[in-house]
């Protein structure tokens, strides 16, 4: 049971950028949604009761192959890391919340009484203002006309159940009990509902005892939102950022490196300090960054002397859109960067004991030998090179020898 139980599936409240509910944010398969026992999706906004929401027939059966050590097919992505080498979200979500107190909560058909949410988990509307190259309209309004262009399929988004207000009801009941809350998005630091969140919390003195963690791009730093920071137990700054210079603002398009880079300078300022808010680097391991991520780790590494400023960053590894996977990157090229990146891990002495090396050990470990034909993969790369005007062999080096 150990290696396949995650008491998310019990108190873990999760839904992406539309509002409807998911296990988790690293839900594997095409469809991740919690379904409803008609086999419909579920809105946060719609939640009458948690008892009722979180024992559905399709979150029953879930808990009932994980007390009995049978993998769920929504987990694969915790079990690859897992697999690799590496501390799965899984892995987190044990360590912090623990197993016995929900399987004796549970009974044989998988009903767990007395439902009580402590993980919080919103991927808060898709409101941003990049064009990330890995990302896709659900998660970015800003590439809904740039999808259109190229005929590509995308899911539409609706916000207009996806605010403060409509889902206060839902907020208000799960809110006393928090214990972690993790926002995405779109750029979290652009949700005035989020903001409202926040104000919210601290009003109700729920925030004292509440680790906040967000997701960002860091092209901002309102001041309305860092001011109440400070309110939380505890709050990490996820930086999400995928390189540096050229390589940087050729991916996170059309963000600009120096804006960033000035940011980071600050926040660090700001860790300095506080004594309750920390940060660290989240990298989508990728085809257009790979060439650059020594310069990454290399970068964060000059923070290695500020107390809650994680050095390494963690790293993702990318299962679509397919033109950002590594299997892009010819099989040899691959290899180079790949003895690269561990030859600094050594020259560095990075600690290779925490779950930000074991993130990176499992994107490596996730990289094979299969060669593909590169020209599917360059004709994207040209045609959205075109519309984007930008152009990739000038910032990405192997492409020149492809």
Not at 8 to 20: E, F, I, K, Q, V
Not at 184 to 204: A, H, R, S
Not at 258 to 287: C, D, P, T
Request: hydrophobic share 35%; aromatic share 12%; net charge negative.
């Amino acid at each position: 049971m150990t290696k396949t139980f995650c008491p998310y599936a019990w108190m873990h409240l999760s839904a992406a950028t539309d509002g409807n509910i998911r296990l988790c944010c690293n839900s594997t398969i095409s469809d991740p949604l919690i379904k409803d026992n008609n086999g419909d999706n579920m809105h946060v906004a719609d939640i009458k009761t948690i008892q009722d929401a979180f024992n559905t027939d399709m979150y029953k059966d879930i808990r009932k192959k994980m007390i009995a050590g049978e993998k769920v097919d929504l987990c694969q992505r915790c079990y690859d890391v897992e697999n690799n080498g590496g501390w799965s979200i899984r892995n987190n979500a044990v360590k912090h919340f623990g197993i016995d107190k929900y399987v004796d909560n549970t009974d044989s058909t998988g009903y767990s009484k007395n439902i009580e949410i402590r993980s919080l988990d919103f991927s808060w509307s898709n409101y941003c203002n990049l064009k990330c190259k890995m990302c896709s309209p659900d998660a970015t309004n800003q590439l809904v006309e740039e999808f259109i262009h190229f005929g590509e399929n995308y899911r539409d988004v609706d916000l207009d159940k996806w605010t403060f207000d409509a889902l206060y009801n839902t907020l208000e009941t799960v809110s006393p009990n928090l214990k972690e809350i993790l926002v995405t998005g779109g750029e979290p630091l652009l949700n005035k509902d989020f903001l409202k969140y926040i104000d919210y919390l601290v009003e109700k003195d729920y925030a004292k005892d509440i680790v906040l963690l967000f997701h960002t791009n860091l092209t901002i730093m309102p001041s309305r939102f860092m001011e109440r920071f400070g309110k939380f137990k505890h709050t990490q700054i996820h930086i999400s950022i995928d390189g540096t210079e050229d390589t940087y603002e050729y991916i996170r398009y059309p963000g600009k490196w120096k804006v960033v880079e000035r940011n980071i300078a600050k926040l660090a300022e700001y860790i300095k300090s506080s004594k309750n808010m920390g940060a660290e680097a989240h990298v989508v391991f990728q085809s257009y960054n790979m060439h650059n991520i020594c310069s990454l780790i290399k970068y964060f590494n000059q923070f290695k002397d500020i107390p809650n400023f994680e050095t390494l960053p963690y790293f993702i590894t990318t299962y679509h859109p397919w033109h950002s996977s590594i299997d892009n990157v010819p099989v040899k090229i691959r290899k180079q960067y790949t003895n690269d990146i561990k030859k600094l891990i050594n020259e560095l002495e990075i600690d290779t004991s925490t779950h930000f090396y074991g993130s990176l050990k499992n994107c490596l470990a996730m990289i094979n030998e299969d060669e593909l034909d590169m020209q599917e993969f360059l004709e994207h790369v040209q045609s959205r090179d075109e519309y984007r005007k930008q152009n990739a062999f000038m910032v990405i080096p192997w492409m020149l020898n492809v």
